[in-house]
């Protein structure tokens, strides 16, 4: 505790990083290691500026389908990390609109510069944090949600936090479409069985349950992301299930 403490308190003093982020075990015990995310300055700057990132996105809200300038579905990614995978769906399925929601600029923007190169018209980034999330998308202007290898918050008073709890659920529901679904992976199981009952809890229904996503029925046309890639070679199964009303 006094170490951790001590070592977020010199990093920031020296100026080597400015963000501690605290992630845990696969087995969902909450053992803690800290991983480092070093700050880029570059990437305020970048963010703010990028043609491809929207900014004041509650602003927006009710307006997305002006942003695209087009009817198609669109579809959001929460958390997307350097952004591979929703690149990539983007790239392969250009009639439907998609959305990097990302709170971390220093992230969002390795996501940006791959943009930047490929210019992709159906993909726009948000820097921001999903707590709000329901204050930047109307009712029913959502027509899928992403969530992959969600940071786990295995401690129970930071439950709330889980992009899979109830409180989360609850906040999707004012925008998801009727019919819209999420699509949830990860590789942690504690997560995961966590998820599949705090679905059910909040009135939810999950469907495609597999623990080892990449022998399942469902591997074919799956797309990794950075983390999948990761864990998988590793040799950690993944899970998946898509949650739905
Ligand atoms: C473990 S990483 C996974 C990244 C990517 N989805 C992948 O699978 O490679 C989780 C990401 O979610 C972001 N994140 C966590 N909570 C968030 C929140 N409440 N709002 C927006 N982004 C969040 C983190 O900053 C981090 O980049």
Avoid at 88 to 100: F, K, R, V, W
Avoid at 170 to 196: H, M, P, V, W
Avoid at 237 to 243: E, G, L
């Amino acid at each position: 505790m006094y170490f951790f403490a001590w070592v977020t308190k010199n990093l920031i003093s020296a100026g080597c990083y400015d963000m501690i982020i605290n992630s845990f075990n696969n087995d969902g015990t909450g053992e803690k290691t800290v991983m480092r995310v070093r700050h880029n300055p570059k990437a305020d700057i970048a963010v703010v500026e990028s043609e491809y990132v929207i900014q004041d996105p509650a602003s927006k809200k009710g307006h997305w389908k002006e942003i695209f300038g087009n009817e198609n579905p669109i579809r959001i990614e929460i958390g997307m990390g350097k952004g591979g995978f929703i690149m990539e769906m983007a790239s392969q399925n250009p009639d439907i609109n998609y959305i990097g929601i990302e709170r971390v600029n220093t992230i969002l923007y390795k996501a940006l510069r791959k943009q930047e190169e490929k210019a992709l018209k159906n993909l726009y980034f948000v820097a921001f944090n999903a707590d709000e999330i329901e204050t930047i998308f109307d009712k029913g202007e959502i027509d899928r949600i992403y969530l992959n290898f969600s940071d786990p918050w295995p401690k129970d008073r930071h439950a709330s936090r889980r992009l899979t709890s109830p409180k989360f659920l609850e906040r999707y529901d004012a925008f998801l479409k009727q019919g819209g679904i999420i699509e949830f992976k990860t590789d942690n199981r504690g997560l995961f069985d966590y998820s599949l009952e705090a679905a059910i809890e909040a009135g939810w229904k999950t469907r495609d349950v597999t623990y080892d996503l990449h022998n399942s029925i469902y591997a074919p046309g799956n797309i990794m992301t950075e983390y999948e890639t990761k864990f998988s070679a590793m040799g950690t199964p993944i899970n998946k299930t898509i949650i739905y009303r």
